[in-house]
């Protein structure tokens, strides 16, 4: 037994040290660095919120972009519109335009072509109690009259936890008073002991190991996938989501009336609900809470997700947003 017990511990000590020296030679070969900077054209890192100040320029750095980013004079990405703005876009870091460069959006591809007089209003960690904060803030600001306002809500339902979820930001807002300056707050945790532990294991593990992250650079959609699939959020929760999500669209077809716009709410997907297919589901729930049908993005990055989408990012990329670009050019607006 204890020559048994010898060679266990001595097999033990040797994946060790193997799974110690592929960590040391993955961060040597290929190191892989989680989430994104923003770098200040004096090489400087940005602080998270730094990105707001009014006319700076910076980089947006990962493992999967290095791209050009401008903020304009009233605080927003550009195009800047040269005239008082005849269309207003709001939405979080996917109408942003995370991971693309500045003529790369799809506001800003859709607004050129269009020769529309655009503002993209896009906040990176955004939800909808925000951005309708926003927009009434601005419009009171600088009186600016719009003939219409765009509101891009990025949900899924069937993973209500998902990092990004406006439905999850939504149902985080009613918890906590929205800051005006920083649009999401600590993150409560889920109910589900579960899901908690399954979450806080993974983080741990991607943010250590630079093994983990390679394997989540290379399989990333598809363990984002299978993760949606473990992680489906507390229905009662997802309730109070829908609820607060319903008011903030009564607010917006009230704030239209009030203000003569014309309004449409767009749904995006992110890739996770696009490859489980539960898309038209997600859909579904939001029309039930809305003044008007929201118009479907999903047909246009469906056929191929994973060109459509960062693989470890998860935002869209150039062809993502050229997508949304086309398929905003073919509606009847």
């Known amino acids: 037994m204890t020559s048994r017990a010898q060679k266990m511990a001595m097999l033990g000590i040797s994946i060790l040290v193997s799974v110690l020296l592929l960590e040391i030679g993955s961060r040597l070969i290929f190191p892989v660095f989680p989430g994104a ?16 100040i009014p006319g700076i320029q910076y980089q947006q750095l ?51 072509e269009k020769s529309w007089a655009c503002v993209n209003m896009g906040q990176p960690g955004a939800g909808t109690v925000y951005e ?12 600016w009259h719009p003939k219409r306002v765009w509101l891009f809500v990025l949900a899924m339902t069937d993973n209500f936890y998902f990092y990004g979820n406006d439905l999850f930001d939504n149902w985080q807002s009613g918890q906590a008073k929205a800051s005006p300056t920083a649009p999401r707050q600590p993150q409560p945790e889920p109910k589900e002991p579960g899901v908690n532990r399954l979450r806080a294991l993974r983080d741990h593990l991607v943010g250590a190991s630079n093994l983990m992250r390679i394997a989540q650079f290379i399989l990333g959609p598809y363990l984002k996938s299978l993760w949606s699939g473990k992680a489906e959020g507390d229905e009662t929760m997802l309730r109070e989501a829908l609820e607060r999500t319903a008011a903030q669209f009564q607010r917006l ?51 191929d997700p994973k060109r459509h989408y960062y693989r470890y990012d998860g935002h869209f990329t150039p062809e993502g947003h050229d997508r949304i670009a086309e398929f905003l050019k073919s509606q009847a607006f």
């Not at 309708?132 to 009186?143: F, G, S, V, Y």
């Not at 009030?258 to 589901?281: C, M, N, T, V, W």
Request: proline content about 4%; hydrophobic content about 35%; glycine content about 6%.
């Open 253 to 303: 077809d009230r704030l239209s009336r009030e203000r003569a716009f014309d309004y449409q709410i767009f749904l995006l997907h992110p890739k996770e609900d696009l490859i489980r297919g539960s898309y038209a589901k997600t859909l579904a729930r939001l029309n039930a809470i809305s003044p008007k049908p929201l118009v479907d993005t999903a047909s246009a990055l469906l056929d």
């Open 62 to 112: 990962s493992e999967e972009y290095q791209v050009r980013t401008t903020i304009d004079a009233n605080g927003f990405r550009v195009p800047s519109a040269l005239t008082e703005p005849e269309t207003l876009i709001l939405g979080d870091s996917f109408t942003f335009g995370q991971g693309v460069a500045d003529e790369e959006t799809f506001t800003a591809r859709f607004c050129k």
């Open 37 to 52: 900077r923003k770098i200040a054209e004096n090489g400087a890192e940005l602080g998270e919120n730094d990105w707001r």
């Open 132 to 143: 309708m904060n926003l927009l009434e803030k601005t419009l009171a600001e600088r009186d």
